[in-house]
């Protein structure tokens, strides 16, 4: 089989997984890159997946107008290679003629040889009736956006002068973004190397940590990276770190820590005692793996912040980081995979258990300490309407502005909305203990 049809073929396996088994994108894409050794491979593949999966809404609405009846379920990889197909025609701008050869020969090697024929016509009458398709899929705003309806109406009641830009920045890729570490380097020395190498960057205006690359690149490779002198991380997530107000001897609670950026983070700004704390068990290794290429130690332990009796130690804690699991609907220009999985159903009982960690978080905040809420999604029901209920309950959860300039006021807190100032959507929130 030509690279190609193979590339192919494997891209459509892991679309199918994401789009119809609810696999997260993530591990779809490491699960297939590793099957290609050439750099230039996994380039492709990652950036087919990335492309089909933030466009599929649309592109499987055009594949719907053009077949006469749907392909059956047994049929779902053919479904998903001409998806593949479509995206590198339209979102990659991939000679058409070299996509079609290579996705006939690729439906082949899936084994649905009796397929040839139809992948063949569909994606030829894709590129001769784009701009009839174009005007049909733009006439709704979840195919012209490839947003689930229920998340554009979610979004156009909570930012309704934003709504257009949110979908658009949604559908963008996320540029790549370093934060240097600050007990291995500093920012002009990182700076320099990557000159050195090539490597076109520059230093993020509002962040002192931050380094936004011009192209995204493997991070391996970048020098400094075996040393751990950086880590990958948003500009928006390194914000957290400011909002902490950090000083040595502090002691602080990442109470949800997998991947482990942000507590990470806290460790290159100051002298703290850390508990990297987390639920799921099955993340700590890469939580540890993270810190040992950083050179940082901190107490890594597995365990549900909303039941605190099962790992506290009585002891309080001078500061708290609440990065609560949520919708992710800010990140979606990272993970485009939650277009496809959230549901509207999913909101509420996400809010619910927000608000659960901080009432069971709370007590273990010491006189004069701080806490810090933050989610990385936009929607209201997570954010200012979860710190409202929150503070109604606690009467000494005393509400600290967030600085400016970044992001905007949102109901005690800041709202960053994706794409703005080049970074994530993020919401945070400082409450304090009175002494």
């Known amino acids: ?115 040839a024929g139809l992948v063949n016509a569909l994606l030829r009458r894709f590129a001769r009736e784009r701009a009839a398709l174009d005007a049909t899929l733009d006439g709704d705003i979840v195919t012209r956006t490839a947003h689930p309806r229920w998340l554009v109406d979610a979004l156009g009641r909570d930012w ?43 230093a993020h205006d509002d962040l002192a940590d931050a380094i936004v690359l011009e192209q995204s690149a493997d991070v391996t490779r970048l020098p400094g990276y075996a040393e751990g002198v950086f880590s990958v991380q948003d500009g928006a997530a390194q914000r957290v770190a400011e909002l902490l107000d950090l000083r040595d001897g502090l002691r602080v609670l990442d109470a949800c820590a997998a991947p482990g950026g942000k507590a990470a983070h806290m460790l290159e700004r100051a002298d703290v005692d850390v508990l990297a704390l987390d639920r799921d068990v ?3 290794p890469r939580v540890a793996e993270n810190f040992a290429r950083l050179g940082l130690r901190a107490d890594i332990r597995q365990g549900d912040a909303a039941a605190p009796e099962q790992w506290w130690d009585g002891r309080p804690f001078d500061r708290i980081l609440l990065d609560a699991p949520c919708s ?18 999913d909101i509420a009982p996400l809010a619910a ?45 005393q509400r600290v502005d967030v600085p400016a300039p970044f992001g905007r006021a949102a109901g005690g807190g800041r709202q960053n909305l994706p794409g703005t100032g080049g970074m994530d959507g993020f919401y945070y929130a400082i409450v304090e203990k009175p002494r």
Not at 161 to 177: F, M, V, W, Y
């Open 353 to 397: 258990g927000q608000t659960r960690l901080l009432q069971a978080l709370w007590p273990l905040l010491a006189p004069g300490g701080r806490l810090v809420y933050a989610t990385c999604s936009v929607l209201s029901a997570e954010n200012e309407g979860v710190l409202a209920a929150f503070r109604a309950a606690y009467a000494d959860a």
């Open 1 to 115: 089989m030509n690279p190609g049809a193979a590339l192919r073929g494997e891209a459509a396996k892991a679309l199918a997984r994401v789009a119809f088994d609810g696999a997260s994108l993530r591990a779809a894409l490491a699960a297939s890159t590793s099957r290609f050794a050439d750099p230039r491979d996994r380039a492709l593949l990652s950036a087919t997946l990335f492309a089909a999966t933030r466009w599929w809404l649309r592109l499987d609405a055009a594949l719907a107008a053009l077949l006469e009846k749907p392909l059956p379920p047994k049929a779902r990889d053919v479904r998903a290679l001409v998806v593949i197909g479509f995206a590198q025609i339209a979102v990659l701008d991939m000679p058409d003629y070299a996509v079609v050869a290579s996705c006939v020969d690729a439906v082949r090697a899936l084994g649905h040889a009796n397929y």
């Open 328 to 345: 992710a609907t800010g990140i979606i220009r990272r993970q485009p995979d939650v277009k496809l999985h959230r549901r509207a159903a």
């Open 282 to 284: 099955t993340r700590l």
């Open 160 to 202: 309704p002068d934003d709504l257009d830009a949110i979908l658009d920045a949604n559908n963008r890729e996320a540029p790549l973004t370093l934060r240097i570490n600050r007990r291995r380097t500093d920012r002009a020395s990182m700076l320099r190397r990557l000159a050195d190498a090539g490597v076109a960057a520059t």
